[in-house]
């Protein structure tokens, strides 16, 4: 059992190893194009160049800051939850609790795409079911904290409305891309690999 484990384990490593390989590289590809952009702006213009400059640096020491507390998150992550704890919450065992659960929690959090897309990435790789995944992006994206303020914008009927539709939409969408998703590999008798 124990040699069982170790081996998952080693395979997850080289298909993280991977898959930071393929994100360095593009990476890599988008800051060399924003480089030969910025320097064709600096070309043209001096200033358009000098004032370019000065919002990557402030963008960049801003996000540095949301990226550094991800990384601590997600290693947390790593270390504290177990597949099987994740499965369980968030996985096919947790049948509709799990999916309410994505549905619901995920609209009172804050935090950016870059907190959330690592954080999703983290929890399929533990056990979380493909619904509970969309859903949770879903039901992240109605920003309950927001609520005053859309309803100042866009009236408190359109606020409600959305704020209640937000968690039957998320669940829906998540049962459809569960669907779309696993379904192929059900039919062919396959078995839907672990994430």
């Known amino acids: 059992m124990n040699m069982k484990h170790e081996n998952a384990a080693s395979e997850q490593h080289k298909k993280n190893h991977k898959g ?7 990476a890599i590809i988008y800051i060399a194009l924003a480089v030969v952009v910025w320097l064709g702006t600096t070309i043209i213009t001096s200033q358009g160049g ?14 540095l800051a949301i990226v550094a507390a991800v990384f601590v ?3 947390l992550i790593q270390v504290w939850l177990t597949p099987e704890q994740v499965s369980k919450v968030l996985g096919k065992e947790a ?3 799990g999916l309410l659960l ?3 929690l995920p609209m009172i959090l804050g935090g950016s795409l870059f907190v959330i897309f690592p954080l999703l990435k983290t929890l399929r790789e533990k056990g979380a079911r493909t ?4 859903a949770f992006l879903f039901a992240w994206s ?6 005053p303020l859309e309803i100042k914008f866009l009236g408190l009927p359109f606020a409600a409305l959305r704020l209640v539709s937000i968690p039957i939409l998320a669940i829906l969408g998540g049962l459809l891309a569960e669907w779309i998703i696993d379904k192929p ?5 396959l078995e839907i690999p672990e994430r």
Do not use: C, M, N
């Not at 930071?20 to 593009?26: F, G, I, M, N, Y």
């Not at 000098?50 to 996000?63: L, M, N, P, R, S």
């Not at 619904?131 to 969309?134: A, F, H, L, T």
């Not at 109605?142 to 609520?147: N, Q, V």
């Open 20 to 26: 930071s390989a393929e994100l360095v590289k593009s």
């Open 50 to 63: 000098d004032h370019v400059a000065g919002i990557v640096y402030k963008t960049f020491a801003g996000v």
């Open 73 to 75: 998150l997600i290693g």
């Open 95 to 97: 049948g509709w609790k």
């Open 102 to 104: 994505s549905a619901t």
């Open 131 to 134: 619904s509970s995944v969309v």
């Open 142 to 147: 109605a920003k309950a904290p927001l609520l």
């Open 185 to 189: 590999l059900r039919d062919a008798g």
